[in-house]
């Protein structure tokens, strides 16, 4: 998986590309997000645009994510999601826990 870091305003934008899956894709993604927490970013947003599988690991690894961005103050939401990544959120109820927006410019207008 390759991941781009952009700044959008006052929020950091990860470009994810390739698959978010058991191993070094969802590791490399907590990696980012634990960087990103630790040089005092604040306003995260994923951007699945470019992500070709989404698998429970992936998930976990969101989930990590999301309550480390949490308890340090912050808010992690998430963009561009295929239909099948958010049926999969959506069945195990993290649909109404995590903020999840059909486009970018949405996501980040909501910060």
Known sequence: MEI???TAGD????????NVTLGAGEQKMRETID???????????LNFANVAILDSSGIGAIIKSFTTVKREG????????????????????????????DDESSALASF
Request: proline share 2%; no cysteine; hydrophobic share 50%.
């Open 4 to 6: 781009t870091l952009r």
């Open 11 to 18: 929020a950091t934008v990860v470009d994810l590309k390739g």
């Open 35 to 45: 960087g990103l927490i630790a040089s005092g970013s604040k306003k995260i947003l």
């Open 74 to 101: 912050g808010s992690l939401k998430l963009s561009n999601l295929s239909p099948l990544a958010r049926q999969m959120l959506s069945v195990t109820g993290l649909l109404s826990v995590l903020e999840v927006f």
